[in-house]
């Protein structure tokens, strides 16, 4: 039978030597791989936001975006098991947090639009931060997938992007939501160059799934995103 150690990540892979405990069968070494790719995140997530009261957010937001991703590369969904939880977590979070907490776990809230919200009360302030980054999150990708269906009468992406990006706006705000759909289109137009320039028949159509890489920009903008802004602004503003 299956005992409950079997189940710790990568140790239980090798101490049954990649092989189920019942069939013998092979389990695959994307598992243990995917396990230990989430513990270096995870070690990468606490070096960078320590010891703090939101690490358990940054924790659970960084396992579902690792799960997203991998999910999206083999199967081309994004489930809204996920999504949908995610975003309602978010808002939440984003309320929860400046009536327990004391500190801004949300940049965004001392930024334009929201700074101008400044004298309402802190959960307001915040929520109106988490709602204001859905919107340019989920909705901006909604446009564009709805323009380009305007004009070219084919689906640019698949709602479950929009939907992850309601999620991803909701906790991290316009600002680290508009540098991950950046972030984003960038490295999926790389992986897309990459893609048909090993294609014999070049087929402009070939579909990517565009939510892993949202989901590193995600990461990316979540652990370093206010220093990147910050420089950028510096450097070119």
């Not at 030597?17 to 243990?32: L, M």
């Not at 949908?84 to 009536?99: K, N, Q, S, T």
């Not at 320039?197 to 979540?222: A, E, H, M, N, W």
Request: charged share 10%; with cysteine; net charge neutral.
């Amino acid at each position: 039978g299956i005992r409950f150690y079997h189940n710790i990540p990568i140790f239980g892979w090798l101490m049954l030597g990649g092989k189920c405990s019942n069939c013998k069968e092979p389990i695959s070494i994307r598992y243990p791989a995917i396990e230990l790719l989430t513990a270096l995140v995870f070690c990468l997530v606490y070096w960078q936001i320590g010891l703090t009261a939101f690490l358990p957010v940054a924790l659970a937001f960084v396992s579902a975006m690792i799960a997203l991703i991998f999910i999206d590369a083999e199967h081309m969904i994004l489930p809204n098991v996920i999504t949908y939880p995610m975003f309602a977590i978010a808002l939440i979070v984003r309320v929860i947090y400046p009536l327990v907490f004391d500190g801004n776990y949300f940049s965004d809230t001392t930024y334009a639009p929201i700074a101008s919200l400044q004298g309402y009360p802190p959960w307001m302030v915040s929520l109106a931060g988490a709602l204001f980054g859905a919107l340019i999150g989920g909705g901006s990708l909604w446009l564009v997938g709805a323009i380009w269906k305007a004009l070219r009468g084919v689906e640019a992406m698949g709602l479950g992007d929009v939907k992850l990006l309601f999620g991803i706006g909701a906790l991290l705000g316009w600002r680290l939501t508009a540098l991950t759909i950046f972030i984003g289109a960038f490295t999926g137009a790389l992986a897309g160059v990459i893609v048909l320039s090993r294609q014999k028949d070049k087929d402009f159509q070939t579909q990517i799934p565009f939510g892993i890489f949202l989901g590193i920009g995600s990461i990316v903008s979540l652990l370093f995103g206010d220093r990147m802004i910050a420089w950028y602004l510096d450097r070119f503003m």
